[in-house]
């Protein structure tokens, strides 16, 4: 089971060991059961991205989903959009997870992913992507890459990216959210679509017995980032008073738009 904790106050990134991370138990625990909160957030997203890209997209986009770990729906909602995505992850637990099930062809599929797919399928954009399991399991398409969205590590630039539940997440430190918020931008071109999902309020959290620290953010903190480095971008929040993931959290906040171009 994965339970709340409390956050060890103040303490960085580095200060928790992200290689012991259980991808199994947090895959299990969080999507095999398609959540009326994660429901709520593909069709945020996936609107967005329809909206946006239609059902003729420029070809060869390539895009990014930063922190990946056991979380798969973020890189389906730019699936049928991309020719080429990245999943760029930082523990070896999560990066082997992830190889693991594509070189089994992702056996997760059944248990949760193709629920969501249903999900994305409502719309004309995604129907147009006739096997989407096949697009994943093909390594022209999808890719694993080990990265530290904290190195401060020159990357290619994407044309579109995504970044779900990763930079509140990752560290107690309010400096590491948002240099883990500037380095993702820094991986998108200008004018490059985005969607970003965050815990509001969040006081830490278990994977097992093993604490993993949060940031305490809520949405002012997201619209100051955004405000100056975003265009066209939309927030929204959802409440954690109906059936809440687990405890010491007051909601999720999701934010979509596009990197504001260079003047």
């Given at each position: 089971m994965i339970a709340p904790g409390p956050q060890r106050v103040g303490q960085g990134n580095r200060d928790y060991p992200w290689d012991d991370f259980n991808p199994e138990e947090y895959f299990k625990f969080n999507y095999v059961e398609l959540r009326d909160d994660d429901r709520e957030i593909v069709e945020i997203v996936r609107d967005f991205l329809a909206r946006k890209l239609g059902t003729s997209p420029p070809r060869g986009l390539r895009g990014i989903d930063v922190g990946t770990g056991a979380n798969l729906y973020p890189a389906l909602t730019m699936l049928p959009f991309c020719e080429h995505i990245t999943l760029?992850?930082?523990?070896?637990?999560?990066?082997?997870?992830?190889?693991?099930?594509?070189?089994?062809?992702?056996?997760?599929?059944?248990?949760?992913?193709?629920?969501?797919?249903?999900?994305?399928?409502?719309?004309?954009?995604?129907?147009?992507?006739?096997?989407?399991?096949?697009?994943?399991?093909?390594?022209k398409h999808i890719e694993v890459v080990k990265g530290d969205v904290l190195a401060h590590a020159k990357h290619d630039k994407?044309?579109?990216?995504?970044?779900?539940?990763?930079?509140?997440?990752?560290?107690?430190?309010?400096?590491?959210?948002?240099?883990?918020?500037?380095?993702?931008?820094?991986?998108?071109?200008?004018?490059?679509?985005?969607?970003?999902?965050?815990?509001?309020?969040?006081?830490?959290?278990?994977?097992?017995?093993?604490?993993?620290?949060?940031?305490?953010?809520?949405?002012?903190?997201?619209?100051?980032?955004?405000?100056?480095?975003?265009?066209?971008?939309?927030?929204?929040?959802l409440s954690a008073e109906d059936k809440p993931l687990r405890e010491h959290y007051t909601g999720m906040i999701v934010a979509h738009g596009r990197i504001k171009k260079a003047r």
């Open positions: 760029y992850e930082h523990s070896e637990a999560n990066v082997q997870w992830l190889r693991d099930q594509a070189a089994a062809r992702w056996p997760s599929w059944g248990e949760a992913w193709k629920q969501f797919w249903q999900l994305l399928h409502e719309r004309e954009s995604y129907r147009r992507l006739a096997d989407p399991l096949e697009k994943l399991i093909d390594s994407f044309d579109m990216g995504t970044m779900f539940f990763v930079a509140e997440s990752i560290t107690g430190q309010r400096g590491e959210f948002l240099d883990a918020m500037d380095q993702f931008f820094s991986m998108l071109k200008p004018d490059a679509l985005f969607a970003m999902a965050f815990m509001e309020g969040s006081q830490g959290y278990h994977v097992g017995a093993q604490k993993f620290p949060a940031t305490d953010i809520g949405e002012r903190d997201v619209w100051d980032f955004l405000r100056e480095r975003a265009s066209d971008f939309s927030l929204h929040r």
